[in-house]
């Protein structure tokens, strides 16, 4: 029993040393940058076209891109530092990096976490299917199995317009990919521009029905960081009026911007 | 600026991660009897007598044993996909013959630590090799294997939380789903953290309390 109380008060006490860690001061985020002399930007590797490895093993992808102009924009270099969903939070609010773009939807719960800049993407869900497949749209999802990626906001949305199809969701989007490829799952939704990208190497497949949600991504900075957050919303509006947003767009989805960024006067 | 340490949406989803502490304890409990058995046969064959029966048992031991259980787990699913095996039996396999080879090395040592004589004066009171095996044996090498069975026990149900990748909605596959939705990373993770420790504490103080467990003293006769 003594090492059981022992152990939990090491539980306890690393949850208070995040306390300390976490104090460190939002104002004067880009102070501190700047004085640091380099940008810390958490991105993802495995979601392309928003942050991926190119054929040469550099990151690369639209968030990453986004991020460079950021930090051109604050004027500092950029140093990229990976993450995945279970540290991206504690590596923001721990101060291991200034920002996190991650393809992250911005939604009011998550909002309650972390601050978020203005909408940088507009996504929509779509769906994916073998050729032969007789699913048309979300609506014939009774019953089967669709394979998503886990905690997403993807996730929440194909529970509530499907509510009789079997979801199965995976760590990222490739094992649920996998589970289509393979056949463990009838369908396979996500991100129309994350989908497009898997269909490009597999003409087995098809993209159906028309797009059942609205996918706001926002960038994450910490919760009343609102210097930054302002510098990144400048940036943002920055690009969008210069033209270097829609060219970014154009680099990585191959079409134009379907949703202007806003610009405050 | 401070980070809030806030349980509410932990608490707004407790749905979800007693689904995922009922199936982990399903996983647990299933993966540890088949383990057992595995290794109780694996680990009498690599005591046996038969030189091929301790080669294949210590064949399979190694084969297992030092294959990654992350691997195991695609194996399963994603190896034999055309199986079409449920996730969930695809982990308990994963588990079993992972687990079942430490098992197995535990059972072997156990028996060597039985005295040599025990068995020799089994069998010089008539009873057949299998008696002596069940009747006197194994009484003696359980009782000295049982604290490292119970740190196995330990490590399986630890273990189990690697069955989230192939979508088992155990424990660590809701913290990572509520984790997505809520971003509350530190919340979540602490929660399950103390729901594992209590888990495994109890499952070790039970098996603890298997009669004659913290006797250590029953090779303290016999062999000279």
């Known amino acids: 029993m003594a090492a059981l109380l022992r152990t939990l008060a090491t539980l306890i006490a690393l949850a208070l040393a995040i306390g300390p860690a976490a104090a460190q001061a939002p104002q004067g985020t880009i102070a501190k940058i700047k004085e640091r002399g380099k940008l810390l930007a958490g991105v993802k590797l495995d979601t392309p076209p928003f942050g991926f490895l190119d054929e040469k093993n550099e990151p690369t992808g639209f968030d990453i891109d986004i991020v460079r102009k950021i930090a051109a924009h604050i004027g500092v270099p950029v140093e990229l530092v990976k993450v995945t969903s279970a540290t991206r939070i504690p590596l923001l609010v721990s101060g291991n990096v200034d920002l996190v773009a991650a393809s992250m939807t911005h939604t009011r719960e998550r909002d309650r976490t972390i601050d978020f800049s203005i909408t940088y993407y507009t996504g929509g869900q779509s769906l994916m299917v073998p050729k032969a497949s007789t699913i048309a749209s979300f609506k014939d999802l009774d019953g089967k199995q669709v394979a998503v990626q886990q905690g997403t906001t993807l996730e929440k949305t194909i529970a509530a317009v499907a509510p009789n199809a079997k979801i199965i969701a995976f760590r990222d989007y490739n094992a649920a990919w996998l589970a289509l490829a393979q056949g463990r799952a009838d369908a396979f939704t996500g991100s129309l521009n994350v989908l497009q990208g898997f269909l490009k190497d597999n003409p087995n497949f098809k993209i159906v029905g028309e797009l059942f949600s609205v996918e706001p991504f926002g960038i994450g900075v910490r919760q009343g960081d609102s210097d930054l957050r302002d510098e990144i919303n400048f940036a943002l509006q920055d690009l969008w009026t210069s033209g270097e947003y829609a060219a970014l767009y154009r680099k990585y989805f191959h079409v134009e911007p379907t949703t202007p960024i806003e610009v405050w006067p | ?224």
């Open chain 2, 1 to 224: 600026m401070q980070y809030h340490f806030d349980f509410a949406p932990i608490w707004a989803n407790r749905d979800l991660i007693l689904d995922g502490l009922l199936t982990t304890m399903a996983l647990s409990a299933l993966g540890l009897i088949l383990a057992l058995i595995v290794g109780v046969i694996v680990g009498t064959a690599g005591a046996a007598q038969s030189r091929a029966l301790r080669i294949a048992a210590a064949t399979y031991v190694e084969v297992m044993r030092n294959i990654p259980l992350l691997v195991h787990m695609y194996a399963w699913y994603v190896g034999l996909a055309f199986l079409r095996l449920p996730p969930f039996w695809c982990a308990t396999a994963a588990l079993t013959l992972y687990s079942g080879a430490y098992v197995a090395e535990t059972i072997r040592a156990g028996l060597g630590a039985v005295p040599r004589g025990q068995n020799l004066a089994a069998l010089a009171t008539g009873l057949t090799r299998l008696q002596a095996l069940r009747l006197v044996i194994y009484p003696q090498a359980l009782r000295i294997v049982t604290p490292s069975l119970a740190s196995l026990a330990s490590q399986l149900i630890k273990d189990s939380s690697l069955a989230s990748v192939i979508t088992v909605a155990e424990l660590t596959y809701e913290a990572s789903a509520i984790e997505g939705q809520t971003f509350r990373t530190f919340e979540v993770y602490i929660t399950i953290s103390a729901l594992y420790l209590a888990l495994v504490t109890l499952v070790t103080f039970g098996l603890m309390l298997i009669p004659g467990a913290r006797a250590q003293g029953v090779q303290g006769f016999g062999d000279a």
